[in-house]
């Protein structure tokens, strides 16, 4: 995929993992440690200062500025640096709030150096990286394909608040319907996508601009 060593940057609060992590990674000739962050903040310190980066891997639980913060930043100041979350977390919150902020991917720190080499690669060659914790599903949804799915105004809008913390009660009262309307376009959307869980839905309606950030 990568002809030449991808330049990353580690952005996480504790020293140990973060130093432990970018040993491992320099193992590999395809990587280059440029730097390394304790937040956010210090991110943005240092990222104007090595324009080359191609990817960080950032952690989400941060004091000063948290992973969703400094992504968002990232994105809107250097939309071509690409993100790949890395946490311990592995809730459906965590997971959309950090996509919604613009990361490409998610990880968790669990992961072996190969699969997060593999990650890395395929977010800078792809610009996304889906895996099982996202949703493997999605591997049909997200191909280039002439024959897109046809939503309803009312499928729409439900894909829209699946985004939010909102229940699908919440959501259901929003609508002005009852809960059993919504299973129903929720199962109808899992169905014309071949998707079936809430992340994969909202992976799905970022990917493809059909949710509003």
């Known amino acids: ?15 140990l993992f973060r130093s432990g992590l970018a040993s491992l990674l320099e193992e590999f000739d395809e990587i280059n440690v440029t730097f390394e962050a304790v937040n956010g903040l210090d991110l943005q310190s240092k990222i ?21 913060a400094a992504t968002k930043w990232v994105k809107t100041n250097h939309p071509n640096v690409h993100v790949l979350a890395l946490s311990m977390l592995e ?8 996509l919604k ?3 490409g991917g998610y990880m968790l720190k669990e992961s072996t150096p190969s699969d997060l080499l593999t990650a890395i690669k395929v977010i800078v060659d792809k610009g996304f990286y889906v895996n099982e914790l996202v949703s493997g599903r999605l591997l049909v949804a997200l191909k280039d394909s002439d024959q897109k799915p046809v939503f309803s105004a009312r499928e729409l809008t439900f894909l829209q608040y699946c985004s939010t913390e909102l229940t ?13 309307t919504v299973d129903n376009y929720r199962e109808s959307l899992f169905a014309k996508l071949n998707i079936k869980s809430r992340t994969g839905l909202v992976v799905y309606g970022i990917k493809n601009n059909l949710i509003t950030i």
């Open 1 to 15: 995929m990568q002809d030449q060593s991808i330049s990353i940057a580690i952005v996480d609060d504790h020293t």
């Open 101 to 103: 902020a613009g990361a």
């Open 48 to 68: 104007n200062n090595h324009k080359h980066v191609q990817l960080v891997l950032m952690d989400i639980n941060m004091p000063v500025m948290d992973g969703f």
């Open 91 to 98: 809730d459906e919150k965590a997971i959309i709030g950090m």
């Open 168 to 180: 699908y009660k919440e959501i259901a009262d929003l609508m002005n319907v009852s809960p059993r």
